[in-house]
């Protein structure tokens, strides 16, 4: 057998569509209401709600949606209000049970105009 093959041959199998591990939910809120979103340990929350579906959690300063962009805590593309604190970036926080994650407007607005409960923006 070459090497190649038995690289191949030892390296297990793995699906990426399966998800490894213990898992939960996490609460995201956005402008429609709030829903339960799966996620596993390990993952970021950002990895969580691409894996539901979601593709935006802000709204930038110009009104565009916005989601994850470079998923290395660079950009901050991904803010959004984790735990009542805003601007918190989801590429870079580690999912965990009963986490709340709130859809974020402009500098760290609730879509309702208001401060998040975790304090000023």
Do not use: H, K, Y
Not at 7 to 28: K, W
Not at 83 to 106: F, H, I, M, Y
Request: aromatic letters at 6%.
């Amino acid at each position: 057998m070459d090497r190649a093959a038995s690289s191949a041959a030892a390296t297990p199998s793995r699906r990426p569509d399966v998800r490894e591990g213990e898992g939960f939910t996490i609460l995201f809120e956005d402008r429609f209401g709030q829903r339960a979103i799966p996620a596993w340990a390990g993952e970021s929350v950002a990895a969580a709600l691409l894996a539901a579906g979601e593709r935006a959690w802000r709204t930038a300063e110009d009104g565009s949606q916005r989601g994850l962009f470079c998923g290395i805590g660079v950009c901050w593309e991904c803010r959004c209000i984790i735990d009542g604190r805003p601007n918190s970036r989801a590429c870079q926080t580690e999912a965990r049970p009963g986490l709340s994650v709130r859809w974020q407007v402009g500098p760290g607005l609730l879509p309702d105009g208001g401060l998040p409960d975790g304090g000023a923006s």
